[in-house]
């Protein structure tokens, strides 16, 4: 096992740097035969290799330990912090006597263990700190790539991808060279991610073949993550006993068609004994799933749960399911219900090893929705909470679009109200997923700020109680090492707000959309309303937004638990930020902030716009203080930020003076 650093490949918050603390020092491992525990030896050795330090044999002086209290004996500084217990995949860590340790109960902790050292830099080898454990809040952190084999006419190589091609196909093949893979499987390793789904939830041909004769490329890309401890998914298609075993049917009842499952899933463990498991999309914007055989989706995931179940493994089947050829004359039909009408009456009629994995807003990864009903809706179901790292409606990658803070809200959400569970609660035995934002990118992710996201995104799913900015402090801080005062504070100045900058120039109130159709990037305000997709805002002279209520609108709002149900249905008492999302208002209705409707968007545009500005200044006082090339791709990017977010003031703005006839009343330019 070697340490993968990749030529040519930005090294986001893994520089050599950021282990100098830890690599100068003598480091003792005292680890098992595992894989896992060879990656921190080869981790460990590294680091002193490159500043200084040693690695140390057993008994001999240290100032790190790396341990498995099963593997040997502790140097005597630190027996006395064994307590208390790390947990799967924890970690405790403390120092006493001049001596740091990280203990662990298995491999992994040890690994992450390693990592949360890199994170604290000198700060590990200070003061004395009592014995602290470290443990995931999550069970399961993954990334799900949407990624292609062969390059889609329409969607390219990786769908919603704004990172180049894929880090593990490229022209309808594996790539050759799978270092890659592997330093992204560190990466993650280093925030606490712990399984990845390889390929595109729409599952076309070539990519249905994953599952059988193509199996060999799963293989060869879980060799790769298998050393940082991340299991391998892969997503397949629901109608695989037809595509690939000749049946007739794929209906999930039907015994031939278990059988072909049961086989299958057989061979995948036989060839991949660490296997994690099946992501579905089913029934969903043209994939097959068991609505055509009369079947629910209980009894779709259940056949593919019993599949796996005895090999370990774990279906990860989506609630993404809505109608989407609707007719926008029929304002009965609302997409947002729709998650909540499928799947809240089949609770408790899932597998153990079946996980409903649920977008965090009933839309689609808006810039602002309320959370999911269905999280609140199923506690007899495991659930994962699934989240967009890839900036499909939130900038795709040219905008400053620091995620965190949203994340943070949606995981501290109580759907009961104060003191009852939080969403990363009730996803704590199910899991948090989200889409990624890699690519064969020198810097990953296209934009290299995005890259924040990603880091963001693992921090969160093994402690959800961070503060995002802490954590944006932390990747500042390992990304950019040295780069002193004036960098990490302009950094932080221009990303913390920047999720709320977004949303300010773009669609108000929680209204969401009014992207172009298809690609989803810049504005059109009626781009969706007379299309089949259901998300319109419902515009006219007299006002705007959608009416969710139970009174007079489509019900939306009685999928909520108290307190929120009635706080939703409450013109009054509705938060602002999501009153278009579930109200049709006036445009001079007064907002809780004081100021009406439209007054708040001709602001909110004309503030947006203006800070999009004040980002791309405040990036100029980083010339030279940062590598150049990173700098002029941020810059590029600014420039396209500010650009766009002008283009997103002026044709919001335009469209609603047009619509409303009521000037703004600071008499600032609208066309
Ligand atoms: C993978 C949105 C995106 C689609 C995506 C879908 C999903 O609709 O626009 O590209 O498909 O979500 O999450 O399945």
């Known amino acids: 096992m070697t340490v993968p650093h990749v030529p040519g490949v930005h090294p986001a918050w893994l520089p050599p740097e950021a282990f100098r603390a830890a690599g100068a020092r003598r480091v ?25 330090g040693a690695v140390a044999a057993p008994g001999e002086a240290c100032d790190l330990v790396l341990a498995l209290p099963s593997a040997g004996d502790l140097p005597p500084a630190v027996r006395a912090l064994r307590e208390p217990e790390p947990g799967a995949e924890g970690f405790v860590l403390g120092r006493a006597d001049g001596v740091t340790a990280v203990l662990a109960d298995d491999p992994a902790g040890l690994l992450y263990g390693w990592f949360e050292v890199a994170r ?35 969607m390219g190589q990786v769908e919603r991808g704004y990172s180049g091609g894929s880090i593990f196909w490229r022209d309808g093949a594996l790539r050759t060279d799978l270092t890659r893979v592997r330093a992204y499987g560190r990466l993650l390793a280093a925030t606490g991610v712990n399984a990845v789904a390889i390929n595109n939830v729409n599952v076309h041909t070539a990519e249905a073949h994953l599952l059988t004769d193509r199996l060999g490329e799963v293989a060869a890309i879980a060799a790769e993550l298998r050393p940082y401890g991340i299991r391998v998914h892969l997503s397949v298609s629901f109608a ?132 999911s009903p269905v999280i609140g809706a199923m506690p007899a179901t495991r659930l994962a909470v699934e989240l967009q790292v890839t900036q499909e409606y939130t900038g795709q990658q040219r905008h400053v679009c620091y995620l965190g803070p949203m994340w943070s809200e949606v995981l501290g959400f109580r759907f009961r109200g104060p003191g009852e569970p939080t969403v990363a609660e009730v996803a704590a035995g199910g899991g948090l997923v989200a889409v990624s934002n890699v690519g064969d990118d020198p810097y990953w992710t296209g934009h290299p700020l995005a890259q924040a996201n990603l880091y963001a995104f693992g921090r969160l799913a093994w402690s959800p109680e961070l503060g995002p900015a802490a954590i944006l402090d932390e990747w500042i801080g390992l990304t950019f090492p040295g780069g002193g005062e004036l960098v990490r504070g302009t950094l932080h100045e221009m990303m913390d707000g920047s999720w709320e900058t977004y949303e300010r120039y773009t669609a108000p109130l929680g209204v969401g959309f009014m992207v172009r159709p298809g690609h989803h990037y810049g504005p059109d305000v009626d781009g969706y309303e007379y299309t089949p997709w259901g998300t319109y ?116 703005n335009a469209y609603f003076l047009r619509k409303s006839g009521v000037p703004d009343a600071r008499g600032r330019r609208i066309y």
């Open 28 to 52: 003792l491992v005292l680890g098992d035969d595992s894989a896992l525990a060879a990656t921190v030896r080869a981790e460990v050795a590294d680091a002193c290799e490159r500043h200084g």
């Open 120 to 154: 604290l830099g000198e700060a590990a080898f200070g003061e004395a700190r009592p014995a602290t454990a470290h443990r995931p809040a999550l069970r399961r952190r993954m990334l799900d790539h949407w990624d292609n084999i062969d390059v889609h006419p329409v």
């Open 240 to 371: 695989s006993p037809i595509v690939l075993g000749g049946l007739d049917s794929a209906d999930p009842l039907d015994e031939a068609v278990r059988e072909w499952w049961a086989r299958t899933t057989e061979r995948v463990y036989e060839t991949i004994p660490d296997f994690g498991g099946y992501v579905v999309k089913a029934d969903s914007e043209g994939q097959p799933g068991p609505f055509a055989y009369g079947r629910s989706h209980a009894d779709g995931a259940n056949m593919l749960a019993d599949a796996l179940a005895p090999h370990g493994g774990v279906v990860y089947w989506r609630a993404f399911v809505y109608n989407h050829r609707q007719d926008w004359r029929d304002r009965t039909t609302d997409r947002a219900r729709a998650a909540h009408d499928h799947f809240a009456p089949l609770d408790g009629r899932f597998r153990e090893n079946a996980i409903l994995q649920v977008k965090y807003g009933p839309m689609d990864f808006q810039t602002r929705e309320p959370i």
């Open 537 to 652: 805002h419902f515009a006219d002279r007299d006002g705007v937004g959608v009416d969710r209520t139970r009174a007079t609108g489509t019900g939306y709002t009685g999928q909520y638990p108290e307190p929120w149900s009635q706080v939703y249905e409450s013109l009054a008492e509705c938060p602002d930020e999501l009153l278009l999302f579930f109200h049709h208002v006036p445009y001079e209705h007064v907002l809780r902030s004081g100021v009406t409707v439209v007054q708040h968007i001709y602001d909110t545009h004309f503030a947006g716009a203006e800070e999009a500005a004040g980002i791309r200044l405040a990036w100029e006082k980083l010339a030279g203080a940062v590598d150049p090339a990173l700098y002029a791709r941020v810059q590029e990017r600014l420039d396209e930020q500010v650009r766009c977010a002008e283009e997103w003031r002026d044709q919001v």
